[in-house]
């Protein structure tokens, strides 16, 4: 284990000083891969490199080295260039949240500001990086997940990439740690255009994957095995637990208060989470089939929802 640190951060080192034919301390290329997807997944902001190249040296037979050189996209002047950009947009991002808030709205302020503010766009250039969410304002997931990482890190929480499959595409998304406990997030899911399309829900952001659990995040989503990530079984800092969204008993007065209050607030929609497929169906049947929903949001007079049977919730927009 002590020689795959050494080669993380030789590796990290060759990164940011922007060295190249650097000798690492292993002649395995595989410790070298698994340092590479390391060192990018825990730092979100080396957005000067793309993949890397390796030169192995045999004397006879016998392999003697192993020399890492990484890909740089640009000039060390184009670097301090971008990430002057790069901070000043972040330095306004961070003016929004108080540095000594609870972890959780810390990390609900930058899923909320990414999922709200940066377009999910197929095309968007740099969107492996950060350059596409901070000075684009357009990216696809791996640019959300980085982002992510990076401004949670800013504000003292550690955070990682994680990169897989989701809904059998490959994928991008987070591992954080939220008041000592470990949590997924995805806030590329939590972006209107992937969440709310057809619906008219522009301003909707979908909590389903804010701080779930590897139980919750694994009926979707399948890390790669080249990294090694936690268990995550903590729900405390779940979105839906911690706003008091989340019902694992049937009480339809208390769950059709809950869309009562969203409507009377004219929030314009309102999500609820499920403890199970047996409750969700429940509700679903009571407030939606039934239509027992226009008994709690008096006036109501169309009726729109989005189901999500798989995280076991229920959104109605009003």
Not at 6 to 11: Q, S
Not at 110 to 127: E, K, R
Not at 231 to 255: G, R
């Amino acid at each position: 284990m002590h020689i795959r640190r050494t080669v993380y951060d030789e590796v990290y080192d060759a990164i940011l000083y922007e060295k190249e034919d650097v000798a690492l301390s292993t002649l395995d290329n595989e410790v070298l891969h698994q340092a590479y997807v390391s060192v990018m997944a825990d730092h979100g902001g080396l957005f000067w490199v793309s993949g890397y190249t390796y030169t192995q040296y045999t004397r006879g037979e016998k392999l003697v080295d192993l020399h890492f050189t990484p890909k740089f996209t640009m000039t060390d002047d184009e670097r301090m260039d971008m990430q002057a950009q790069i901070d000043e947009t972040v330095s306004q991002i961070l003016a929004g949240i108080d540095a000594q808030a609870p972890d959780y709205d810390k990390a609900k302020y930058v899923f909320d500001y990414l999922a709200s503010n940066v377009a999910y766009s197929t095309g968007a250039p740099d969107n492996q990086n950060i350059i596409s969410v901070f000075v684009n304002g357009e990216t696809v997931c791996q640019g959300y997940a980085a982002a992510t990482q990076y401004l949670l890190e800013k504000l003292d929480i550690p955070c990682a990439v994680v990169a897989g499959t989701a809904d059998g595409q490959s994928h991008a998304w987070n591992l954080a740690k939220l008041d000592g406990e470990y949590y997924y997030i995805d806030t590329t899911w939590g972006n209107a255009t992937y969440s709310g399309d057809g619906m008219g829900l522009d301003s909707f952001i979908n909590y389903n994957y804010f701080a779930v659990t590897t139980g919750e995040l694994q009926k979707t989503h399948q890390p790669n095995d080249d990294i090694i990530v936690p268990v995550c079984q903590a729900v405390k800092d779940n979105y839906y637990v911690h706003e008091n969204l989340y019902f694992d008993t049937w009480d339809a007065d208390s769950i059709g208060n809950v869309y009562r209050a969203a409507y009377e607030r004219g929030d314009g929609f309102c999500s609820v989470r499920f403890a199970d497929r047996e409750l969700y169906e429940q509700a679903f049947t009571y407030f939606i089939t039934d239509q027992k929903i226009v008994h709690y949001c008096k006036g109501l007079t169309s009726l729109y929802y989005l189901e999500d049977s798989d995280q076991n919730v229920l959104t109605i927009k009003f």
